[in-house]
Every structure is written in structure tokens, then in C-alpha cells.
């Protein structure tokens, strides 16, 4: 048997569906998976059919959701099941040959660490004019704006990793605009588009397409757009190219994650998080606490505390200067795409709930949980536990372990130094290895720092 499954998206097919099945099923495919997606009742008796073949699994939309989400139902299935095989990506009306296929999931078996796009040439004279438009002009503004040379934006034969379903799953968009979120995660997460030359088929001028010209092609390229390759505001990015004109480089080194993952580090009086999100070379969203998001509460928090008590400022002065600071730094915060964080207060479910969804987005988050985060001394004494919350609900969502990642932000070095990754082991109660899981990403973060020479 062959190492990967086929899936099919299918609205209305033709009764050709079936031989083209039965056609993958002869070429060893272990597992075909065919969605109808709200297709009509003359239709039932084919998917009836592909259901009574060994091998084969038919999936059911009572209505139609979309191309983007007959996928995504599919690969639900296949987590659920753990089969740990790729999976191949096919259209439902012929425009993909067996052979073609197999091509794609063969490029697949030797490759996990991105994805195999099936590209079509459109320099044929029988392409549909719907078709070279809508792929020219996605390809010319995904390659200008994510920087990458990809030949075929909209092809739906495409080899996934096992690996990576489950961060695309969780991707945004029901219809033909899910498949560009896909190559965005892709560009975004600097992944591996691996292309293998197909035949470009068309039947009828592809007339059997649900492809609409103006509305599909309107949702992709809102897609494209909304997903800007540098994920932070305009305003974070403009202070941070002017910041490191001036302040020095601190490198990273080799061990950054190509998957999304919980970076924890220490506070250090600020110092960790300026560093991190100064010269970090992956986005990230950052923990921040609420009162920086509104600039009524972060007003009153530089007043009462920050200005007069811990830098010991007359009240008057503070207030003066108080108020533009305030403003600016609530836009900082929230060009950064940080995440408020309710500290002592029910609404911390909603910073869990938040990160949660950014995680199953592909975004890696940032924290530091130091107990007294004013301290700018080097070694961890004390973290507060509660943001270990994200693996009780992540795995609830997902049945997958949140990857912490231990994080020292060396002064002597001038380095940002990544520990090894921690896991739950979910072998026993999470109240009980909650403590270890904190314990051990403390004393990573003190042993980074003293192999640094900076405790």
C-alpha cells in the first residue's frame, strides 16, 4: 500500500467519480475519502456506491459549506483517526489523472516539512480565460507579497504532511479562499512549497466548476491582503526598524520552530520582552497585561503606579506625561497584535481562549510569567503557573500537548537562546503535573542563563 490518502471534495459530481475511484483504489491508495458537500439527491446513489467500496469513506454536508470546509472535515477525520499518513488533495471532476496523483503523494513520501503543490502550464491555447485571469493575478500578488516563486496558486491537487494538519484545520475560510490561507500559513510559517509539474486538463471549458469568477476571486484576494507575510501593525514595525538603528543586534540562535509553540521567558524589569519582540526573527503574540490595551487604564496605571511609585515622580509631572504616553503605547501594544491579559480577574478565560485560537491559527505566543517582574537580576526565582491553563484547553480542542519553549534573553552573549521543548505528558491529572511542567521550564530558563555566564 501506498503511504498517503486521497481526499476528494465532491458537489454534484458525475457518475465518472466512481471509475475515477475505483481507478486510485488499483493503484494501492490505502484509504479514499470522499465529502459530499450538500450535494442533490440524484447524486445519492454515487456516493452510495464509493461508501459500499473497501477502503473508501464518504463523509456527508447536509447542506453545502464549501470547498474549504469539505476539506477541513476530512482532515478532522483523519486526526481523529491517527492514520499518521499524508494526504493527496483531489478535484472531483476529472481535471486530476491518477497518475497525477500518484505523482503528487510520491513527491510527498520523502518530504514533511511542507507541501507539494500539483502545478498546472497555462500557456496552452485551451485554458479558460476564467481561469489563466484568476490564477495570473493571484500568483503576480502572492509571489510580490509573500516572496514566494509559486507557479500555481489555485491548483486543489496538493500533498499535505500528516504533521501539518492539524495547524491548517484550524485555518480560516469555507470555500476556495481556504486553499490560499493554506500557501499563506505556508509563507508566513516560512514552510517548504514543494511544486511537481501535472497536465492541465479542462473539460468543456470546465463548465462543471463551482468556481465563481468575481465572488471567489474577490474572497482570495481579501485573503491575500489580510494576511500580510509581516503580521505586525504598521506603527510596531515603523518604531522597531527605527529602534534597531540605534540599539545593538542580538542574534538567534539555530533552534527556531517551524510549528507554532508557547515561548516562556523571564521578565527582567522589561528587558526580555523588548528584546524578544525587538530582534526575535518569527512573529509572535505577547502576553500583555489589560491596562495597556485602553488608554484610560494604562493613563491610570503610568499616574498611580509606574511614574509615582516606581520611578518616584511628582504626581503633577506624572499626569503631564502620563497622557501622551498612554496614548502612544496603547497603539504600540495593539499594532504588536498582543493579547490582554487579565491578571487576578474570571476574564483571564478570555486571554486562554484567545491564545488557544492563535495557537490553532499557526501563531506562536510569548510570555513572562515572572512573579516580580521588576527585578532586571537574571535568574527565575518564582513564575506565576497560571498561563500552563493553555495546555488543559488547547488539548481539549485539538488532543494535542502544547510545545513550551524555555527562552533566555542573554545580556553577556547578546544572544536570544532557546531551550529544549517541554511537554505534558497527559499520564496524569493536570493539577498534579502542572507544578513539574513549571518547575522544569524555570530551572531550563536558569540553566540557559548560567551557561551564559550571566548568573
Not at 250 to 269: C, E, G, L, M, R
Amino acid at each position: 500500500m501506498r503511504n498517503f490518502i486521497v481526499v476528494i471534495p465532491a458537489l454534484n459530481p458525475t457518475i465518472e467519480l466512481i471509475t475515477y475511484v475505483e481507478e486510485l483504489l488499483k493503484e494501492n491508495i490505502p484509504q479514499v475519502i470522499v465529502i459530499n458537500d450538500g450535494s442533490k439527491v440524484e447524486c445519492d446513489s454515487i456516493f452510495t456506491q464509493i461508501r459500499d467500496k473497501q477502503r473508501c469513506v464518504v463523509l456527508e454536508h447536509e447542506i453545502n459549506r464549501g470547498k474549504g470546509q469539505a476539506l477541513k472535515t476530512a482532515f478532522q477525520y483523519i486526526l481523529k483517526e491517527r492514520t499518521k499518513l499524508g494526504v493527496v488533495t483531489a478535484d472531483c471532476d476529472g481535471q486530476h489523472s491518477v497518475q497525477d496523483v500518484i505523482k503528487v503523494g510520491e513527491a510527498l513520501k520523502d518530504f514533511q516539512t511542507g507541501i507539494v503543490l500539483g502545478v498546472r502550464n497555462f500557456k496552452g491555447e485551451n485554458i479558460p480565460l476564467r481561469s489563466y485571469l484568476g490564477n495570473t493575478i493571484t500568483i503576480s500578488i502572492y509571489n510580490l507579497l509573500f516572496g514566494y516563486k509559486v507557479k500555481d496558486t489555485q491548483t486543489g491537487l496538493r500533498g499535505i504532511p500528516y504533521e501539518l494538519l492539524r495547524s491548517i484545520t484550524y485555518l480560516q475560510g469555507d470555500r476556495y479562499e481556504y486553499e490560499m490561507n493554506v500557501l499563506i500559513y505556508a509563507a508566513r510559517n516560512k514552510l517548504t512549497i514543494k511544486e511537481v509539474e501535472i497536465h492541465t486538463l479542462y473539460f468543456d471549458k470546465n463548465a462543471n466548476s463551482y468556481y465563481h469568477p468575481i465572488k471567489d476571486s474577490l474572497r482570495i484576494l481579501k485573503s491575500i491582503f489580510r494576511f500580510r507575510p509581516n503580521q505586525y501593525g504598521f506603527l510596531f514595525r515603523f518604531c522597531r526598524f527605527i529602534v534597531r538603528l540605534v540599539y545593538p543586534r542580538y542574534k538567534t540562535d539555530a533552534k527556531i520552530p517551524t510549528k507554532p509553540v508557547v515561548y516562556v521567558s523571564h521578565h527582567q524589569n522589561l528587558f526580555g520582552p523588548f528584546i524578544m519582540l525587538l530582534w526575535y526573527s518569527k512573529f509572535f503574540c505577547t502576553w500583555v497585561l489589560n491596562v495597556f490595551f485602553e488608554q484610560k487604564e494604562c493613563y491610570n496605571q503610568y499616574v498611580n503606579y509606574t511614574f509615582t511609585k516606581r520611578f518616584k515622580m511628582k504626581p503633577f509631572f506624572a499626569k503631564i506625561i502620563a497622557y501622551p504616553v498612554s496614548f502612544f503605547i496603547t497603539k504600540l501594544i495593539q499594532s504588536g497584535r498582543s493579547i490582554p491579559v487579565y491578571r487576578g480577574s474570571r476574564k483571564i478565560m478570555d486571554s486562554i481562549k484567545q491564545s488557544v485560537e492563535a495557537l490553532k491559527e499557526g501563531k506562536s505566543i510569548a510570555i513572562f510569567p515572572s512573579v516580580d517582574y521588576s527585578s532586571a537580576v537574571n535568574d527565575e526565582s518564582d513564575i506565576y503557573e497560571g498561563f500552563l491553563f493553555l495546555e488543559k484547553y488547547y488539548f481539549k480542542e485539538t488532543k494535542e500537548h502544547v510545545t513550551f519553549i524555555p527562552v533566555h534573553v542573554s545580556k553577556n552573549k547578546r544572544q536570544i537562546i532557546h531551550g529544549e521543548p517541554i511537554q505534558f505528558s497527559g499520564n496524569r491529572p493536570f493539577q498534579e503535573e502542572r507544578t513539574e511542567i513549571a518547575n522544569k521550564i524555570k530551572d531550563q530558563i536558569n540553566t540557559l542563563a548560567k551557561q551564559c555566564g550571566d548568573i
